[in-house]
């Protein structure tokens, strides 16, 4: 069974770092591209970050693009977000999905990161809470 773990999240004071880590089981994560998500109280999960499958390639949200970086080990079979700067409206729980979309036929699946869009990826973690407060 696919499944996805996110894991490094916690409270931090605003202007903090952290950084989650999103492990796969029961695949290998280097054929899918990855994309990270967030969710908070009351509002729409929303993509704030995807990297391809081949790490090349990366996109992110405006809400936090300069301040939040995506990278991937796939010999750990791990991607990581790496997350600076934060700020009190970065607080939410965050998930990590794969994605196997295929633009085009020609198009390698996982090559491209998909659009923000929460029916495009799968497998998705159980999140884990980021609180930014001082």
């Known amino acids: 069974q696919l499944q996805l773990v996110e894991s490094g999240g916690g409270l931090v004071q605003p202007g903090g770092s952290l950084r989650l880590s999103c492990v796969a089981s029961?695949?290998?994560?280097?054929?899918?591209?990855i994309g990270w998500f967030r969710q908070a109280p009351g509002k729409e999960r929303e993509g704030i970050s995807c990297?391809?499958?081949?790490?090349?390639?990366?996109k992110y949200a405006d809400s936090v693009k300069g301040r939040f970086t995506i990278s991937r080990d796939n010999a750990k079979n791990t991607v990581y977000l790496q997350m600076n700067s934060l700020k009190p409206e970065d607080t939410a729980v965050y998930f990590c999905?794969?994605?196997?979309?295929?633009?085009?036929?020609?198009?390698?699946?996982?090559?491209?990161?998909?659009?923000?869009?929460?029916?495009?990826?799968?497998?998705w973690g159980q999140g884990t809470q980021v609180i930014v407060s001082s």
């Open positions: 999905a794969a994605s196997l979309f295929q633009p085009v036929v020609e198009a390698e699946p996982g090559s491209v990161c998909p659009p923000f869009q929460t029916r495009r990826y799968r497998s």
């Open positions: 990297i391809n499958k081949g790490g090349g390639s990366t």
């Open positions: 029961g695949f290998t994560l280097d054929t899918y591209a």
